[in-house]
């Protein structure tokens, strides 16, 4: 039977799609298995790419690969197919996270493709009538103070239904609890800086210049500034304790924060988390708002512990979230696309014609 093939075109902007997530670290930490006999991309971990120190159980690494498959969905259903995803997919190869297949036939990019996306709900890329498609692109971490406009209720209750949508929740804290959290990141700050190999790991993913190979680290630019009021612990990605001192401005003095939580803790729960992360940046970008994380607690057992809302139910912090109206975030580098392919350095796939198709120029891998 004829396999069908998969427009080059459309398949590297899947991939472009999928690592414009972002990633702790900016580290990238995925790669794709094109298993194009099935019309399917398998997303696992990059091997070299993990932080043995700040994500020492490979927590965050499922969150940014999580992430990457949203985008890749969301890609997938703007490009006219039904993404139909599956976690863990295999239990006799676990360093296969997710596998996205591309089920119906494509329609026009951005058409309306009704056919294709019925019944899935939010998890086909459609939000609320328009393509979180676009959000992709418009989505950059902005670290910079915010105005002191709040979200509006709806809006908020639009991201917790986009979390719900992903099987997570959206805690939204008030005063109280944000300035609870706020202390607790600014604790884990502390640690992070009077530890110098994990300053060290971070300088050597981030520092601009530092890591060898284009196409990561955080430009200067992106690094935003630190809160004069100390108030709001942003990351200092510098690793540096001299030197000049940051750039420093005053930010918003009533943070609206959000934590993002799931009911169990295992990776596939942590996977789960990064998609609705993601699915939540989306649906923000999409209603022009910017946000920036406050990982640094979530990266050690017991503060991480501490987030946990005391009111509420059993539950797991997994990503804490700064939301409001501000700049949009500096472009930060991306790996290309290829790159991130298994097998990419095979020389067929340097013979990718742009015009072609992928289907007979990249055979499925072999297992
Ligand atoms: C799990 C995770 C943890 C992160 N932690 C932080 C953090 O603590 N502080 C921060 O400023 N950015 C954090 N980031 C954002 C990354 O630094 C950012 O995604 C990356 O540099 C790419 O930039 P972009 O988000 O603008 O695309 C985190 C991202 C992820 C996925």
Redesign the pocket.
């Known amino acids: 039977m004829q396999q069908p093939a998969v427009d080059a075109a459309a398949l590297e902007d899947l991939l472009r799609a999928a690592v414009a997530a ?5 580290t990238q930490p995925w790669r794709f298995r094109l298993d194009l006999a099935h019309l399917t991309v398998e997303v696992g971990a990059a091997p070299g790419r993990a932080l043995p120190l700040a994500d020492s159980d490979g927590r ?1 690494v499922h ?2 690969v999580g ?1 990457a498959v949203f985008n890749l969905r969301t890609a997938v259903a703007h490009h006219g197919w039904r993404p139909v995803t599956r976690l863990l997919p295999e239990p006799d190869r676990p360093e296969v996270l997710a596998a996205v297949h591309l089920a119906g036939a494509p329609h026009a990019p951005g058409g309306d493709g009704n056919s294709n996306r019925k019944g899935n709900g939010y998890g086909n890329g459609r939000y609320d009538g328009r393509d979180l498609y676009e959000s992709i692109w418009l989505r ?2 902005s ?1 910079m103070p915010f105005t002191e406009q709040p979200v509006p209720q709806p809006v908020l209750d639009e991201l917790v239904r986009a979390a719900e949508s992903e099987q997570a929740d959206l805690i939204l804290p008030g005063r109280g609890e944000s300035a609870r959290l706020l202390a607790i990141t600014a604790d884990a700050e502390r640690r992070n800086n009077g530890d110098p190999a994990r300053r060290a790991e971070t300088a050597s993913w981030c520092a601009p210049g530092r890591h060898p190979d284009p196409g990561h680290g ?1 430009p200067p630019a ?1 690094m935003g500034v630190m809160d004069a009021g100390a108030q709001l612990p ?2 200092d990605f510098t690793g540096r304790l001299d030197g000049p001192p940051r750039p420093a401005a005053c930010f918003e003095r009533d943070p609206q924060l959000l934590l993002l939580s799931t009911r169990q803790d295992r990776p596939v729960d942590w996977l789960r988390a990064g998609q609705a992360m993601q699915k939540v940046l989306l649906v923000l970008t999409a209603r022009e708002l910017v946000a ?5 607690a979530l990266e050690w057992h017991d503060l991480r512990w501490l987030l946990r809302d005391p009111h509420a139910g059993l539950c797991h912090p997994q ?1 804490l979230l700064r939301i409001g109206y501000g700049p949009v ?1 500096a472009v ?1 580098p991306r790996r290309a696309p290829l790159e991130t392919v298994n097998g990419a350095e095979h020389p067929q796939v340097g013979k990718v014609d742009h015009a072609g198709t992928y289907g007979p120029v990249l055979a499925p891998a072999g297992r």
């Not at 972002?22 to 900016?26: D, E, Q, T």
């Open positions: 972002p990633s702790i670290h900016n965050a969150l940014s992430a950059h971490s670290r955080i992106a942003m990351r920036s994380f406050l990982h640094q990503v975030g930060t």
